[in-house]
């Protein structure tokens, strides 16, 4: 019993501070000591240990002798870097799905959060917006059968979601991406793979312009 509790209580406590980290409750630079951390948690030190060695190879946080961990910061030129890969790999998986023309029961997630975000676009609720935002990405990655592929993306959509919770509301509603994602559910639900590509790689190089910016000008402020 012992054997399989471990794992548990090590996923329990990776999948909470996760949470914490990518949602800034635990923001960039937030230092803390392992006792602590597991006070925190609720938690012994050894589950907590092993969760943030997994963070740390994640590019989230850093370990720190003596100190514990601290939250690394969001860096314009990461971002950059991390935009560059997602506006490659995200849309070329958008269009390989197209191309098998999914039937509508496998976009049931993808249909779901497009409606979730028009609704949270209309009732004003940007952490809903956020959160189905996140949804529709998250669920077209997984329709993709490339393991690899899928484990890499996801690593760079966990880095990003910081970063895109932190300028969100230093933007424009999201209007324009709102009807991006449902553009580009319509052409993956019709089979146009090069339409699903074209329309997902504008989407996502206006919104890596639009975020650099704001970090950038964040950066300039601070020197």
Do not use: C
Not at 158 to 179: E, F, G, N, V, Y
Request: charged share 30%.
């Amino acid at each position: 019993m012992a054997a399989q509790s471990k794992p548990s209580r090590v996923d329990d406590a990776y999948v909470r501070l996760k949470s914490e980290i990518l949602n800034n409750r635990m923001p960039p630079g937030f230092q803390a000591p392992e006792p602590e951390i597991a006070l925190r948690l609720g938690m012994s030190r050894t589950p907590v240990r092993e969760a943030l060695i997994r963070l740390a190879t994640e590019g989230l946080v850093e370990l720190v002798p003596r100190r514990g961990m601290r939250v690394l910061p969001i860096s314009p030129a990461d971002m950059r870097e991390i935009y560059q890969l997602l506006t490659v790999l995200e849309p070329e998986a958008a269009a390989v799905i197209a191309e098998r023309k999914p039937h509508h029961d496998e976009l049931a997630t993808l249909t779901a959060a497009s409606a979730d975000m028009e609704r949270a676009l209309d009732a004003g609720d940007l952490d809903a917006w956020a959160a189905a935002d996140d949804r529709f990405h998250r669920g077209l990655l997984a329709m993709h059968h490339n393991r690899r592929l899928r484990a890499f993306v996801e690593n760079l959509l966990d880095q990003a979601h910081r970063a895109r919770m932190l300028t969100l509301r230093l933007r424009d509603l999201p209007r324009r991406s709102t009807k991006e994602h449902h553009d580009i559910l319509t052409y993956i639900a019709a089979g146009e793979a090069e339409k699903a590509r074209a329309v997902f790689k504008a989407h996502r190089m206006r919104a890596a312009s639009e975020l650099l910016a704001i970090l950038e000008k964040a950066r300039l402020t601070q020197l």
